[in-house]
């Protein structure tokens, strides 16, 4: 199976700030990675797929990038809204595995 | 409106039994795969199980394989999962969710329910 690794586990930052995710494949996935928001007591929802494609409604300060087995998610101006635990998902292998997820607060 | 909505959730003895239900609206149910995910109490996602549109190509995690049974029934919209043998570590919120390519699998998912409680405890 293909390991995921988050980090961090969680972090805490200012309205505004720039918010950095990295995930890390245990092997090479080429960009067969997708990003999920995940709000308190909600499902996850869609935000960044194959690594850097923005689902169709998603706000342009989400980003992705990366290939092979680092990848990095990117919130360029941390907003209140976007507090929320985000996943990362790897595609390129059955079992599909996500990391352990990233929990972003406000500070 | 895309609509996902699980059902059959709820508190189950070890060794039982459970099936669960998602019901689907707002989209062509039969052109979409679908898959479950599960997610334990204060952990990450965890990738349950997944269905082509025709039924044709089925696949489970190692950890429910011989256990849980995923089906659908596209006349009714709907996508089931039965689930045997359950063991405490199967207490979870399970989503339903769509993948987001038609009528293959891109192993995206982009439309999800909002989840139905399992809690397998004596």
């Known amino acids: 199976d293909i390991q995921m690794t988050q980090s961090p586990s969680s972090l805490s930052a200012s309205v505004g700030d720039r918010v950095t995710i990295t995930c890390q494949a245990s092997?090479?996935?080429?960009?067969?990675l997708n990003w999920y928001q995940q709000k308190p007591g909600k499902a996850p929802k869609l935000l960044i797929y194959d690594a850097s494609n923005l689902e169709t409604g998603v706000p342009s300060r989400f980003s992705g990038s990366g290939s092979g087995t680092d990848f990095t998610f990117t919130i360029s101006s941390l907003q209140p809204e976007d507090v929320a635990t985000y996943h990362c998902q790897q595609l390129d292998n059955l079992p599909l595995t996500f990391g352990g997820g990233t929990k972003v607060e406000i500070k | 409106e895309v609509q996902l909505v699980e059902s059959g959730g709820g508190l189950v003895k070890p060794g039982g039994s459970l099936r669960l239900s998602c019901a689907a609206s707002?989209?062509?149910?039969?052109?979409?795969?679908m898959n479950w995910v599960r997610q334990a109490p204060g952990k990450g996602l965890e990738w349950v199980s997944s269905?082509?549109?025709?039924?044709?190509?089925?696949y489970y995690a190692d950890s429910v394989k011989g256990r849980f049974t995923i089906s659908r029934d596209n006349a009714k919209n709907s996508l089931y999962l039965q689930m045997n043998s359950l063991r405490a570590e199967d207490t979870a919120v399970y989503y339903c969710?769509?993948?987001?390519?038609?009528?293959?699998?891109?192993?995206?998912?982009?439309?999800w329910g909002q989840g139905t409680l399992v809690t397998v405890s004596s």
């Open positions: 269905i082509s549109n025709s039924s044709s190509y089925i």
């Open positions: 092997q090479d996935i080429s960009n067969y």
């Open positions: 969710a769509r993948d987001r390519l038609s009528p293959w699998s891109s192993w995206t998912f982009d439309y």
């Open positions: 707002g989209f062509t149910f039969s052109s979409y795969s």
